[in-house]
C-alpha cells in the first residue's frame, strides 16, 4: 500500500540556516505530494503541493521537487527564521482529487534565534 | 485558506463515559468532513470519512460503534468516542472538504486523556 517516510526530528537550527527534511513515499501509480505544517495550537496548513513528477512546489521560502525516480519530495528552506517554528508533515494522495490524505509522521522544527 | 474550528481542544474524562468532540467548518461548507487520530510520534491516521447527510465510511480496523459519527449539516460533523478506555486516548484532528474543491483544511485538534 502507500506509505510515506519522513525524517524523525526534532530538528533544531539557529536563524538564517539552510533546512532540508527528507520525505521519501511508497505509492502506486501518481500519487500527488503535499508538504503540510502545524503551528503551534493551530490546524495543519497546506505549506505547497506538486502533482507530477518533475513539478516544484514553493511557498513561504519553503521548495520541493516531486522526484519519481529516487520516490522523493524533500522539504528546503534556504534561510529559516523564528518563525518557521513548527511540525512539518509529509503527505501523499492517491486515487484522483478526492482520494485520502497518507501522512508521514511529522518532523518537529525548532530555530533559535 | 478557510478556518475549521474543534471544540473542546482537550478534554479528559473517567472510562466508561462517551465524550463528544465537534468539528465546524466557519466559513465554507464542508460536503467531506475527515476524522484523524493522532498518536505521540505517529503520523496521522484517517479513521472515517463522512458526507453530509450520509453513514460515515469507516477504514478498516475502526469500530463504527465506539466512534460514531454524524455529519448532520454542512459545518458541523461530531465525533463520539462511547465508553472510553485508557486506550482510546489520542489527539483527534478533523479536517474539511469543499465540494468540488480539492484541498482539505484541517480543524487544530482535540486532545483526549482517558483516566
Known amino acids: 500500500g502507500n506509505s510515506v517516510t519522513q525524517m524523525e526530528g526534532p530538528v533544531t537550527l539557529s536563524e538564517e540556516a539552510f533546512l532540508t527534511i527528507n520525505c521519501t513515499y511508497t505509492a502506486t501509480g501518481y500519487p500527488s505530494l503535499f508538504w503540510y505544517v502545524q503551528y503551534p495550537g493551530e490546524g495543519l496548513q497546506l505549506l505547497l503541493k506538486a502533482t507530477k513528477a518533475d513539478d516544484k512546489g514553493s511557498n513561504k521560502g519553503f521548495e520541493a521537487t516531486y522526484r519519481k525516480e529516487t520516490t522523493s519530495f524533500h522539504l528546503e528552506k534556504g534561510s529559516v527564521q523564528v518563525s518557521d517554528s513548527a511540525v512539518y508533515f509529509c503527505?501523499?494522495?492517491?486515487?484522483?482529487?478526492?482520494?485520502?490524505?497518507?501522512f508521514g509522521k511529522g518532523t518537529k522544527l525548532s530555530v533559535k534565534p | 485558506g478557510a478556518v475549521v474550528s474543534q471544540h473542546p481542544s482537550w478534554v479528559i474524562c473517567k472510562s466508561g463515559t462517551s465524550v463528544k468532540i465537534e468539528c465546524r467548518s466557519l466559513d465554507f461548507q464542508a460536503t467531506t468532513m475527515f476524522w484523524y487520530r493522532q498518536f505521540p510520534k505517529q503520523s496521522l491516521m484517517l479513521m472515517a470519512t463522512?458526507?453530509?447527510?450520509?453513514?460515515?465510511?469507516?477504514e478498516q480496523g475502526v469500530e463504527k460503534d465506539k466512534f460514531l459519527i454524524n455529519h448532520a449539516s454542512l459545518t458541523l460533523s461530531t465525533l463520539t468516542v462511547t465508553s472510553a478506555h485508557p486506550e482510546d486516548s489520542s489527539f483527534y484532528i478533523c479536517?474539511?472538504?469543499?465540494?468540488?474543491?480539492?484541498?482539505?483544511?484541517f480543524g487544530p485538534g482535540t486532545r483526549l486523556t482517558v483516566l
Open positions: 479536517s474539511g472538504l469543499a465540494g468540488g474543491a480539492n484541498e482539505q483544511f
Open positions: 463522512s458526507n453530509e447527510g450520509s453513514k460515515a465510511t469507516y
Open positions: 503527505a501523499l494522495r492517491g486515487g484522483g482529487s478526492q482520494g485520502n490524505l497518507i
